[in-house]
């Protein structure tokens, strides 16, 4: 039976239905500084922390509720004659519902406020009370959440209290919150770039259409603060996303971010499908659809420019899943619309390059993100590229970063040709970028050549020049080859592996 309810809360949605259903059953209720005032405004009979602990608030309201007559009323066990008997002792009175929500740290931090601003919303009392109110669920109800106010007062209108399975869920959700919003905290303090605990803080964005199969479930999660692309992403058109979704419209974005160039790339599979420049986006369109018009069918196109009518008017003439940009003309969005389960993303925000993540059976890996495309540009042959052999070289190195590891990428007038790619050898991707590409000018490699096939079946196909990290310890027989071939070679000392 619930008499007493203490109500504290920063978020005052739908607060009055509740508090005047409370009220409407003889509950008394405590509150504190705003709410105290809001409930008193609203004509909500309420009775001010101060009264019950007699304590006035202090340190400008950081100590009001952290007092013994407030978390002995949550903690004592009823069924237990020595706790209940010492509150009695001390006239305490059990509290029997808490109604918290927190100061928004999520929210704040991101803010252009002051460190000691920030520092001021990061929430201890609130916290205190929800964790001693979950910890004794079986007595007291807990809510944090405004959606949960509405069950709370359907149950209790239906059985006259709120049962012991809501009552749990509620505690756990105390405990789920208060690990993303500790985590959010310490990953505001901590300045470590692997701390001793690795915290995560993600809320649940939305379930989705399914996971990696149709047999899968799947849900997505978005960081609790800061803005990041597929956080803050608008769809404006077509069905609900699924987990493959997500991962390719992640990868063709951060793809096509690689390039200050007006620039179109395709992915399907987690991979790039196509991947070209132009002198606007209806050529780069074209071009990247040119490297397999096959693939591209039921994939992700992804542009780093504004979205135009003619592009749109050519993108519908097959079926693919969804199509990303910076923004779109009004008349490109209705053209897209005339397929109408067509995924339309809207995102103006560019890749934050952060932590990569990658769960295993008992652990996950943890790495930075890889934003360097070479360390040392260097001429390794008696022949040197062109100027514009070198800026096609390193136009397939950047599409070559989010290939599939053992990836070749062989381009013609900034445009991919062929990408072989996630195969256990170099010279199988070679070969099927190859003959994919069939006039290829330059070809990229994300790893070195442990031998000089590569460099061999290259030069059969007419390729001029050739980057790659070097590093092997036969470097010297693909150096050879390609002087031998009359094809200029570049090393990056960098590899660009994408397992």
């Known amino acids: 039976m619930i008499n007493r309810a203490l109500i504290s809360v920063y978020n005052k949605q739908g607060l009055l239905e509740l508090a005047q259903f409370l009220a409407g059953r003889g509950v008394e209720i405590i509150s504190t500084g705003g709410t105290y005032k809001y409930l008193l405004d609203n ?24 007092h013994p007559a407030i978390h002995a009323g949550i903690l004592a066990k009823r069924d237990n004659k020595e706790h209940m008997d010492t509150i009695k002792s001390k006239n305490i009175l059990p509290i029997d519902m808490v109604v918290v929500n927190l100061y928004p740290f999520f929210d704040k931090v991101c803010e252009d406020i002051s460190f000691d601003e920030k520092i001021e919303f990061i929430d201890i009392g609130g916290p205190a009370m929800i964790r001693a109110a979950a910890k004794n669920f079986k007595d007291v109800v807990v809510v944090t959440d405004v959606k949960d106010y509405s069950p709370v007062i359907e149950e209790i209108k239906s059985s006259g209290n709120v049962k012991y399975e809501l ?142 009518v003619s592009t749109a008017e050519e993108i519908v003439k097959i079926f693919v899943e969804i199509v990303i940009a910076p923004d779109f003309d009004k008349e490109a969005v209705e053209t897209l619309k005339k397929k109408k389960n067509l995924r339309i993303i809207k995102c103006e925000a560019k890749p934050t390059n952060g932590y990569e993540i990658a769960k295993l059976d008992g652990g996950v890996l943890v790495q930075s993100a890889d934003t360097k495309l070479a360390d040392k540009m260097k001429v390794v042959t008696e022949k040197s590229p062109s100027k514009e052999e070198m800026d096609n070289l390193i136009f397939g190195m950047k599409v070559c970063k989010y290939a599939k590891s053992n990836a070749i990428v062989v381009v013609k007038d900034f445009m991919a040709k062929g990408i072989g790619c996630g195969q256990v050898n170099r010279i199988w991707p070679a070969c099927q970028a190859l003959d994919r590409a069939k006039d290829g000018t330059v070809l990229a490699s994300d790893a070195f050549f442990p031998f000089d096939d590569v460099v061999k079946e290259a030069a059969k196909h007419g390729i001029k020049a050739i980057i790659q990290p070097g590093g092997s310890i036969r470097d010297a027989d693909s150096i050879k ?6 094809v200029s070679m570049v090393f990056t000392g960098i590899r660009h592996f994408k397992h």
């Open 43 to 66: 004509g909500i009979r309420v009775t001010e922390v101060s009264e019950v602990t007699g304590f006035d608030e202090i340190l400008d309201g950081r100590v009001k509720t952290l």
């Open 167 to 308: 009552k749990k869920k509620l505690a756990g959700k105390v405990f789920n919150l208060m690990s993303a919003y500790d985590g959010a905290i310490s990953n505001f303090l901590l300045d470590e770039e692997y701390p001793e605990y690795l915290s995560l803080s993600y809320k649940k964005s939305q379930n989705l259409r399914y996971g990696e199969n149709p047999h899968q479930s799947a849900a997505y999660y978005t960081e609790t603060v800061g803005k990041a692309p597929m956080k803050d992403f608008e769809q404006l058109n077509g069905k609900r996303l699924s987990y493959n979704n997500m991962r390719d419209m992640d990868m063709a974005w951060k793809a096509v971010n690689e390039f200050e160039e007006i620039c179109c790339v395709a992915v399907k599979h987690n991979t790039p499908c196509g991947a070209a420049i132009g002198r606007d986006l209806h050529e780069a369109y074209v071009r990247a659809y040119e490297c397999d018009p096959t693939s591209i069918f039921g994939g992700i196109i992804a542009f780093n420019r504004k979205l135009d």
């Open 481 to 486: 080859a390609c002087n031998e071939n009359g």
